[in-house]
């Protein structure tokens, strides 16, 4: 019988919704528990910001930050209505939204898939929404 290798059992890449917000802002979306983990705690940059729906079930949003730029406020509420968007407050008005750096999101010591810890959010209220897109 042939011996199996870990190597095997890689970690297909997480499945992701893409976004294109403006010229160099790409706002990421998990799908699944899993797909969320990966992209929070291993595909996101420490300057990069992470999104969540307060108090709701909804996808990890990552939106990517270029090296030495920094987002205004209406690219953070973009992303943040993305997050909103792929939430169960998806019908809801208005919709607190966490955002924090992806530096300070950490996963605490055996918690389910897709959950994790945030430190030094900020909340943001937004209607959800994807982009429009240009045509």
Do not use: C
Request: aromatic share 6%.
């Amino acid at each position: 019988m042939p011996q199996t290798h870990p190597s095997q059992y890689r970690q297909a890449p997480p499945r992701v919704f893409e976004y294109i917000l403006a010229p160099n802002w790409v706002v990421l979306a998990g799908r699944t528990d899993m797909d969320n983990d990966r992209l929070s705690l291993h595909m996101a940059a420490p300057n990069d910001w992470w999104f969540h729906v307060r108090g709701q079930p909804g996808s990890h949003v990552i939106l990517r930050v270029p090296k030495g730029q920094e987002p205004d406020r209406a690219i953070l509420k973009m992303a943040a209505a993305i997050a909103a968007y792929h939430s169960k407050s998806r019908q809801g008005g208005i919709v607190p939204v966490s955002a924090t750096r992806a530096r300070y999101v950490t996963k605490p010591h055996g918690a389910k898939p897709g959950t994790v810890q945030i430190r030094k959010e900020i909340v943001l209220k937004v209607r959800p929404a994807l982009p429009q897109a240009e045509g």
